[in-house]
T-cell receptor
Framework: GENVEQHPSTLSVQEGDSAVIKCTYSDSASNYFPWYKQELGKRPQLIID?????GEKKDQRIAVTLNKTAKHFSLHITETQPEDSAVYFCAASIQGGDDKIIFGKGTRLHILP | EPEVTQTPSHQVTQMGQEVILRCVPISNHLYFYWYRQILGQKVEFLVSFYNNEISEKSEIFDDQFSVERPDGSNFTLKIRSTKLEDSAMYFC??????????????FGEGSWLTVV
């Protein structure tokens, strides 16, 4: 089955700087890659997603890139703000069928004042 | 905006007791899921459910677990005889189905289960 690896497990960046979180996946059939943000004690919230027919997608300060050949995908947050502090999970899914998503282990992002 | 709702938000149970966690998926959604998150760890897939039957389950979802959609609106997860290691946040999730954006999975707020 699918296995998603995520790095780093913890990331501290100065407010205003950029943060990058990287993931790899194992199943070449995976074609949908959502990113979730989870605040303490809350549910995972979808923040952005990318499908395999697209190499990059941007939404304001957040962007995702996908390299299908290398089976890598990344989340980029620019101009980080205190409210960006949370745990971020990458995930992978195969569209068609039940589309369950398999999560990475998460990255705890700390935005330093 | 429609949401997936879960009850209870928190339950404490004695080891060996049965627990039922309840979920009301978003009304026009067709695919339903249960995920588990042990404190400080990643969100783990338990089971997916479509057309009134389990479509896939993980290794975690052993004979102690069962799911049911008894009345067309509720989607329940039952743990027959709880163990200490079942202590976790349990998330229900759902999606509409079909192509994008039907792939987007929406999560409930979670049910925190503590087994003592």
């Amino acid at each position: 089955g699918e296995n998603v690896e995520q790095h780093p497990s913890t990331l501290s960046v100065q407010e205003g700087d950029s943060a990058v979180i990287k993931c790899t996946y194992s199943d070449s059939a995976s074609n949908y890659f959502p990113w979730y943000k989870q605040e303490l004690g809350k549910r995972p919230q979808l923040i952005i997603d990318i499908r395999s027919n697209v190499g990059e997608k941007k939404d304001q300060r957040i962007a995702v890139t996908l390299n299908k050949t290398a089976k890598h995908f990344s989340l980029h947050i620019t101009e980080t703000q205190p409210e960006d502090s949370a745990v971020y999970f990458c995930a992978a899914s195969i569209q068609g069928g039940d589309d369950k998503i398999i999560f990475g282990k998460g990255t705890r992002l700390h935005i330093l004042p | 905006e429609p949401e997936v709702t879960q009850t209870p938000s928190h339950q404490v149970t004695q080891m060996g007791q049965e627990v039922i966690l309840r979920c009301v998926p978003i009304s026009n959604h067709l695919y339903f899921y249960w995920y588990r998150q042990i404190l400080g760890q990643k969100v783990e897939f338990l089971v997916s459910f479509y057309n009134n039957e389990i479509s896939e389950k993980s290794e975690i979802f052993d004979d102690q677990f069962s799911v049911e959609r008894p009345d067309g609106s509720n989607f329940t997860l039952k743990i027959r005889s709880t163990k200490l290691e079942d202590s976790a946040m349990y998330f229900c999730a759902s999606r509409t189905g079909g192509g994008p954006p039907g792939n987007t999975i929406y999560f409930g707020e979670g049910s925190w289960l503590t087994v003592v």
